[in-house]
């Protein structure tokens, strides 16, 4: 005997239907509406950091502000009740910036001033990907998250050495140079370091003696090789990821436009949508 459905069962596949059927009319309408609040929001809140506008619009940038949150906040918990397993979803990188989406407004009754913390709600514009669903951009971004977590160990590594070559150098300063020259202590040395070696260079400290400018001298051009070799990590990880893609996505061949570079498991061509032929 077939069950039937409750009405709250029916509900639940409905919401589902239209919070995450990205390629549902509904969906794709939800999602369009969805980034458009998201877009609004943002700009909101840059508007009410501007003074002017602020103090001629503050009363009706707030209550825009709190239509969005309250949007955002049924939405949030559509997503809960609509999905087999909640907690999977609450705990995972959507579910998180959903969540953080939506507490600075109600943070800021108690906290004025939290609810500028919305603009982490342009975080949200990670779900474009989702949205657009264009094969292309989906592949290529597989391949990057692939090659920053091979080069992860590699890069954690790196920050190491540079964290303790960051301490030493701090403290070197400070004995060269001394308060004299602004190195009023180790932590003030290791702040002129990073601030040399990632070659921002405020100019609020500067060395003043032979020594200790030889030293500035060796620091920017360490810098420079700082900032390549993360970058050249991460780029080997995705050459590579590149090429094992690619090697294993030559079996398919497309039929009408001869595109070879395919998954395995891949349905349709990337380049025309003609049917793959199964091997």
Known sequence: MRKVKSKYEIFREQIKIILYGTNT???RMFDLVLLGLILLSVLLIMMETVQGINQKYHTQLIICEWVITIFFTIEYI????????PVRYVFSFYGIIDLLAVLPMYLSIFFPGASILSIVRALRFFRLFKILHIP??????IQLREAIEASKEKILVFIYFVLISTIIIGSIMYLVEGRESGFTSIPMGIYWTIVTLTTVGYGDISPQTPLGQFIAALVMILGYGIIAVPTG???????????????????KTCTNCHSQVHFDS????????TELPNI
């Open 78 to 85: 559509l997503r809960i009740i609509s999905i087999q397993k």
């Open 136 to 141: 292309q951009i989906s592949h290529q971004s």
């Open 25 to 27: 009319i509904l969906g």
């Open 266 to 273: 891949a349905k349709y061509c990337y380049e025309c949508g």
């Open 233 to 251: 990590i991460v780029t080997a990880e995705f050459a590579k990821s590149s090429l094992k893609n690619t090697a294993v996505g030559t079996r």
